[in-house]
């Protein structure tokens, strides 16, 4: 980890869901980039994925976390981008191994799949967990 | 649905599970092709992801099912694709939200996070829900 903020983006569906996370990550001591969305009007996933993969790519930030509805749509469109590696989680078991395994630089939620609680333990566990390295940094390579 | 077959892939962790879910789409009368890998050998899952792309850019197939340790990295490398919406489920419910939402199709599943009756019944669900289209439709769209 870096002393670079946590940028985060959501769509309507993300919003509310979006607003406790970015007070947790406040809570935790990160800075947060918050790329939108503003408010409950409905908007397109993929718009706030590209923003986030954006703000990898140009080094605003090094990681984030991505919430819509079930977290998929959102991840789909974020790992069309070379670098990012997205991972839709549903718990700290998930979030734990996308980290150790596949160097996940993005969590993905879906605030219509998991509580709040869940939610925000998957941060945490995303947050604290080391890449393992390894035979694992073959097959992240291999990403692109 | 067409009468193609349902293309299925996965690295060493997901080799038992792949077993299992080729012997569930032939009793649901599905065609299948399977690309591997054969065995319990260690391999990468990227590949198999990128081998799975293939068949579905060059119209072997139109669906296809994953299958890593956590389902999370294949869904990565497969969505690194253009057309390719993978989606890492880990209930029906999800299985259900990507289908109407996202048009999801290719089904990703994690052998390790989720038991061989919970995959079935991802699967089936898979299969059998229909994308709800309208405003989904442009978002889509957007993915690429």
Known sequence: MTGKPIAI??????????STLVEELGALGHAVLDLGTGGPDSVDYPDFA???AAALADGRAERGVLVCGSGLGIA??????PGVRAAPCHDETSARLTRE???????????????????KD????????EFAGGRHQRRVDKLG
Do not use: P, Q, W, Y
Not at 76 to 81: E, K, P, Q
Not at 101 to 117: F, K, M, T
């Open 101 to 119: 395994h596949n160097d996940a630089n993005v969590l993905a939620l879906g605030a219509r799949l998991i509580g709040v609680e869940v939610a």
């Open 9 to 18: 983006a959501s769509d309507h569906a993300g919003f509310e869901l979006k």
């Open 76 to 81: 789909m469109a974020a790992n069309r981008h």
């Open 50 to 52: 590209d923003a986030l």
């Open 122 to 129: 998957c941060l945490r566990t995303f947050l604290d967990t």
